[in-house]
């Protein structure tokens, strides 16, 4: 199954449609393995990721991790968690942000890819677009909607609100989240890890 991961990621990272990815000497951030448990899909690296290679490794990704009620080595091990964004690149920065993943990408990629991580039981699907496309019609009106209803989705899918600290607006709004949705995403992810 590892085989099947490795022969996945080659083809994609030769595709013609990341040749500007390859151009700008981008290697697809990502992260997984045939045992992982739980697979985390957000939107795309950010630049700082991309330079990187490590997904998560900003103030959002301490967040994320506190949430989870992960360590930082447990988070980064292959073995329990697989990171699969929406996209594998960054996308380049927007007017207010970084744009869009390309809507082409994960249709493409995703299933083959979580096809060879057959132990996953729970996806963590974080921000508006991992759940527009994982939840299709099942999402609510909204983001915050759809997180405060995460008990609908379980026990296979579970949608956060991004952890950026920029959205401390949205959090002082939404006071619910750290009682109720915090605990049980921990609960969930423990009990996915053989740990609940």
Known sequence: MADVLRAVMDELTA???NAWARDLGYRPVWAGSPSA???IIGQAPGWRAQESG???DDASGVRLRSWLGVRDDEFYDPELFAIVPMDFYFPGKGKT???PPRRDFAPRWHPRILAGMPEVTLRVLIGAYAQR???AGRAKANLTETVRAYGEYLAAEFPLVHPSPLNYRWHA???WF???VVPALAARVALALGRG
Do not use: C, H, Q
Request: no cysteine; charged share 30%.
């Open 133 to 135: 496309f994982y939840l």
């Open 97 to 99: 942000g970084d744009l």
């Open 37 to 39: 448990r739980v697979v």
């Open 173 to 175: 709004r939404n006071t």
């Open 178 to 180: 750290d009682a109720e």
């Open 54 to 56: 490590i997904p998560w």
């Open 15 to 17: 595709d013609p449609s």
